[in-house]
């Protein structure tokens, strides 16, 4: 698959999408529930992080009961994670930064692959391998919205997934600007609401994310 592609397929994914949920697992148990509880609030795109020890076994368990929604893995750190991310069954992968090895091996990969950027120079090297979508991180760090649109002078045909820092009072902002392409966070799954198994908060904080984003 050509990189152009893969760009056409990464636009397709985040427009349907519109918010990325970053999902941590610390608990097996909380998997299926939580991808419920956040698809019940119109979240049916995921992103799983390989932070924990269960984010491979969420993936795998979620592409085998869950098929209807789309899972991708996040914190890819390194070509051996995204060979065993491919293994798992992941449909996108994503990272919160990026490397020469990483922008190389993901380019022979089927898989679409949004790398982590966070200045001009980082969406260069990638840029010049032919990536286009870009996750921006941290993203309020970064600059946020401002800085969004400074990088839409010199980038015109690049877009990106702000990520880091985006909460409900922020991400009509981010969403309100024509470089991006969808947000990502972790702000709609409270720790309190997870930790005690709280499904109906989450489903109502998903859906309070994307009625803010209108
Ligand atoms: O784990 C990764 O691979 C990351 O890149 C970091 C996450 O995307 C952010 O931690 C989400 O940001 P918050 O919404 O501010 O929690």
């Given at each position: 698959m050509t990189q152009e592609q893969k760009n056409a397929q990464l636009d397709a994914l985040c427009s349907r999408a519109r918010i990325l949920p970053v999902i941590t697992i610390?608990?097996?148990?909380h998997i299926l529930p939580l991808a419920d509880a956040l698809a019940a609030g119109g979240l049916t795109t995921l992103e799983i992080t390989?932070?924990?020890?269960?984010g491979l076994a969420a993936i795998r368990l979620l592409r085998k009961h869950r098929p209807e929604l789309c899972v991708g893995a996040g914190t890819v750190l390194d070509g051996r994670m995204l060979a065993r991310v491919e293994e798992a069954g992941a449909q996108f992968m994503v990272s919160p930064g990026s490397t020469e090895e990483l922008l190389l091996a993901a380019r022979d990969s089927v898989l679409p692959y949004l790398p982590g950027v966070s200045n001009a120079s980082d969406i260069m090297r990638a840029h010049a391998l032919g990536y286009r979508r870009f996750k921006l991180f941290p993203a309020q760090v970064c600059g946020g919205v401002v800085a969004l649109k400074a990088l839409g002078g010199p980038f015109p045909d690049v877009r990106f997934c702000p990520t880091g820092g985006v909460n409900d009072d922020n991400v009509a902002n981010y969403m309100a600007?024509?470089?991006?392409m969808c947000v990502g966070g972790?702000?709609?799954?409270e720790p309190a609401a997870l930790a005690s198994g709280d499904w109906p908060a989450i489903t109502w904080a998903a859906a309070r994310a994307l009625e803010a984003i209108g």
């Open positions: 610390t608990d097996e148990r390989l932070r924990s020890s269960h600007q024509p470089n991006v972790s702000w709609m799954i």
